[in-house]
């Protein structure tokens, strides 16, 4: 069954900013007039492990705050991928942070109806030959499309580590469609308010990174992966 | 005299003023309903999925002149709320799970002595400690969860526009009529974050029954006024009843009027889905979608699960006795069905289960199973002694 709105699942390791990144990306689509809800799953862990969220976005309230089918499917760890296995359907977009996981194996079993992109392939190749990532779960249920991007690396390389999340970030809203730029960064920035006061670099370095992320959702959205699926 | 607990809340601004929208989470919207209704004062122990009731209240009630105290367990949260009460102040509280049960002593000397007491309840998974998450198991909890005879008034919102428009209206019905009110909210509403319109109730002509302190009085007790007889304690059967028999009657006969229900598409329903509270809205959305699809589906959803809108479920299964009952529980919704339509029309009523104990349950899942139903995958006799042995 797909509803009209947008259901996304997001998954990282504690700590990684998941929570942070669905709240913004809520808030966006609230600002905008659209009906968003998000909700965190929560457990009796104070700090580390899985740490999943999920937002649905759409003209019409949300039916329930969980949900069968994600329609996207961010993760950020292997860990939490795993745990999002059981939200695949054929019409989800996987997106991962591919500097913390492996790319996925093509099997034959796959091939022909999975596609992968990798945004920057250069970088995997000065890595050498160990792969120190975590290895991407095996997934069996057909998806319509999986992106990679290394947003983590690209956080350090370019900006600093604590942006990741906002790169991710910025992919998933351009992807799923669901807000505009200009809500994103005014979530954002009402988010950090009181830190941004403090340093007000820091809203500089925040849509920084929610442009790069955003730029790389635009190159998925162009991608000859994405256009074959859909 | 004892006079109310010292708040100035004339010196402070109104908490809402007018309306205005916003984006919150369900604990937080609590905290803006209390606020809105007046409450003064917060006495509660920390349990998730609640704890940020306590962490918005202590944060935003001082700027409105409310006051927090944190006590050492459940009980004494419960039995300070009493006091404050009866000090003349409109004091709160919210729980969940096992803060739920150590509540019950509280809330039952509340339905003895007619003290107004307002609890929100956001419901864990159970039995015991169980999960921090999500249930709805405790719904006999909250309506007959005491020594006595549940009188109690018990709204299960399934919306965060319901939660504040409930948690505003329980603080008027607990003193209009003395009786418990609880909202029974659950761990998903605690911490979910959706649209909200918070509303000023006086800008809406609503109008919120005022405190009044029960001890304290001026005069002279038997002399200036009437004594005041506060009792939980009886020494003969005859005087209990004598005591009891009035409050009892008086429960029973405002419920008509505060009894409230959501229902919809009924016309040529074929198959009836109830729920309440937040599975509530899943079952509204399912059928929302089964009839786009054409499929002959219609729903109730109690706002009231004590008083239990019953008369009006009735009539609805009078004329199509087919219904799904979805909860996340194992079947406590179903058992006050069945209390409440009793008799003749229990025998008559085709009930499928969908039972789901401290589990969430989404309008996608509930659109397979009514459309299995209405495609006769559903073995009916099987189901019906499955729903008769499983309550």
Known sequence: ?230 | MISKLETKKDEYPRPVEGERQAFMYGNEVVVWAALAAGAECLYGYPITPQNEVMHYWSRLAPDYGGKFLQTEDELSAGFATLGGIMAGARCFSATAGPGTILFQEPLAMAEMMRIPIVLVVQQRGGPSTATVIYSQQEVFLTIFGGNGEGLRIVYSPGSHQEMYDYTLKAFDVAWKHRFPTLVLGDGYQAKMRERVLLYDPAARGMEIEPTVPFVGLPGVPGVDREPAHWRNAFSVEEELYEELEPIINDYYRIAPSLMEKEEGYLDGAELILTGHGIVGRAVRTAVKELREEGFPVGFFRPLTLRPFPGKDLIRILDDCPRLLVVESAQGQLAKLIRISIGGELDHRVQMYPYFRPGLGISAEELVEEAKAILNGKREQKQEKEFSMSML
């Not at chain 1, 797909?2 to 990282?12: D, S, V």
């Not at chain 1, 057909?142 to 350090?156: C, D, G, Q, R, W």
């Open chain 1, 1 to 230: 069954m797909k509803l009209a709105t947008k259901r996304i699942a997001m998954g990282g390791e504690g700590g990684q900013g998941v929570q942070s990144a669905a709240d913004i990306l809520a808030e966006a689509a609230y600002e905008e007039g659209k009906e968003a809800l998000y909700i965190p799953n929560f457990g009796i862990e104070q700090r580390g492990g899985v740490s999943l969220a999920f937002v649905q976005i759409g003209d019409e309230p949300a039916g329930s705050p969980k949900f069968k089918q994600a329609d996207f499917v961010v993760a950020l760890s292997g860990r939490s991928l795993e745990r999002l296995i059981g939200f695949l359907w054929e019409d989800t977009i996987i997106l991962y942070d591919s500097a913390w996981l492996a790319p996925p194996t093509v099997s034959d079993q796959v091939v022909g109806w999975q596609s992968y992109d990798t945004t920057a392939p250069d970088f995997f190749a000065e890595r050498g030959v160990t792969d120190r990532r975590q290895k991407f779960p095996e997934i069996k249920q057909k998806v319509k499309n999986i992106f990679a991007l290394p947003a983590s690396e690209i956080a350090m390389e370019k900006l600093h580590p604590r942006v990741s999340n906002v790169i991710i970030l910025g992919a998933t809203a351009r992807l799923t469609g669901v807000v505009q730029l200009e809500s994103i960064k005014k979530a954002l920035e009402n988010r950090l308010a009181s830190k941004i006061k403090r340093d007000p670099n820091l809203k500089i370095l925040n849509f920084n990174a929610l442009e790069l992320g955003w730029e790389a959702g635009e190159r998925m959205l162009k991608s000859p992966a994405y256009s074959a699926a859909t």
